[in-house]
């Protein structure tokens, strides 16, 4: 019972396991998919705001020619402050005069001491190489002790030479903050100035992303970790955590009840097996020229307890993927001369046809019961074996084999289903076959397009040549049946006919025919 149990739980919590994987796997996906465009967009936005400061400043630039500021004294700086508010909104501004000290500048807040390697703007970058006036640049200064660090653009007039600072701290508020382990941009001059960071400098990369701006000489470097990719899959895990748990179990129950209907269907057959529910119907073979009866085809049939008879299509597959077919094809086998005992006797040449898998042509087995069984007395001179087409062969050569010592005890072999599947002329070339039985589908082209029927007569003219008997199969009608005969066809089998009958009913037919 535990060992049936785990046969059952395991494949269960094991579907639900994988799900939930796949599931926790795509969040994951997803979560890095928008890493990934976070980072662009972090440094589209940071380019887009740095642009936007200095197109302000730009434009004011030109107002500086209007300065009239000499010395920094109370009155250059009032100059300055009432210039400032009136033109800039205020701001850190400062400038000297030509005749003044090239690294002290004058401001509204006092003196500002520009730092010793930045005192001739040495490393700016100038945005108007033709004038040589606008020189954008990282400076470093000092304003009453303090040292600063900001980035400045600058106007070197013929009286002053003047600078604002660009402030990028002051307003920039899209970064998260709580993220500043896991995402980290700046921004940079083309000569590598550092002009601003946010964010710690980051290890475990996942995404890095560079844009330059093409109106200003610097660029911006944003960076995202793998830390981000957890953080956005715990915010979204309210959301995806019951999805996916709603997900799995779906799929797990899914699986269970295909599980329960798999087991059920194959254990139903088992049942139907030993309970002698699978039984053969039999469907005449009929000599179309004399309206004899020359043989038939056993069809396996479920018949219920019930009465409901169930047709092969519903469960034949199910029993040859369980190899519950070869059990079922003995029974049929060892019942076939018990069912048509009055026809056998009668008859010696009236012979009837079993399907058989392509896997039972080539076992062993298989063929040693066929030979057992003809010692004990069964009458395999009357016994055809269909070998169908629609399923591939493995190992023709030891199907040949097993063909060859059953052929050696009358069993005449039939090719089913020609021109539908796997063998084509391998089968026919390979095999020692007797009778080519040509599929419906070839035989309803008579109706279809009575006057072009190029396959089905390929077919016959192809047994004609390779001397084997052809039955053609699905004759519906008597036109049918008329143009078979035309084409030298004469064995047919089909509802034209009769349907397949229980063995009971098919004795009758057969014996009303032999009136
Ligand atoms: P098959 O061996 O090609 O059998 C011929 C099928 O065509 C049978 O369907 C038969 O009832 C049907 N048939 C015959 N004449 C006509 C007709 O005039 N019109 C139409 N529409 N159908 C016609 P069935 O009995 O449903 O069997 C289907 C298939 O199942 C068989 O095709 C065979 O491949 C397989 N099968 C049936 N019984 C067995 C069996 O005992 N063992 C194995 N391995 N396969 C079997
Ligand atoms: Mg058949
Ligand atoms: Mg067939």
Partial sequence: MAQFRNKVFLPIVGVFLGAFSLMMLLSYAVAYWRVTTEVTSDAEQMINYVEHKL??????????????????????????????????????FFVRSSQEQRYTYCSVVGEIVVAQKDRNFENLILLDEVNRQFPLAVLNYNWREQDSRSLFLGYIGKKNTSAIRITLDD?????????????HVEVRLTNDSLVYSMGQPLVDLVSTVRIESDRYPFYVASQINRNRILKMMTNSLVFSLPLSLLVSFLCAYLFKLLQRSERSLKQQLKRAIRQRELVAFYQPIMDAATGRIVGAE????????NGEVIPPVRFIDELERTALINPLTIQ???QLPEDLAPIFAADDEFRCSLNLVPEQVEQEDFCCHIERLATSGFPTHQLAL????????RNLEVANQHLERLKALGVVIELDDAGTGYGGASYLQELNIDILKIDKLFVDTLVLSPN?????????????????EVIAEGVETHEQSLALLARGVHLHQGYYFSKPLPAEEFIQFWLAKQN
């Avoid at 056993?298 to 307890?305: D, G, S, T, Y």
């Avoid at 072009?452 to 084997?468: E, F, G, H, R, S």
Wanted: charged residues 30%.
């Fill in 298 to 305: 056993a069809l396996v049939r479920w018949v219920r307890p």
């Fill in 171 to 183: 307003s920039y508020a899209f970064f998260d903050p709580e993220c500043s382990k896991c995402r």
């Fill in 332 to 334: 049929m086998l060892e």
């Fill in 452 to 468: 072009n029927t190029p396959v089905l007569d390929a077919y016959i003219q192809m047994a004609k040549t390779l001397k084997m």
């Fill in 55 to 92: 197109n302000y400043a730009m434009r004011n630039m030109y107002k500086l020619e209007q300065l009239h500021y000499e010395k920094c004294d109370d009155k250059g700086r009032a100059e300055l402050e009432q210039f400032l508010l009136h033109h800039f909104n205020g701001g850190l």
């Fill in 386 to 393: 269909e070998i169908t087409e629609r399923l591939p062969l």
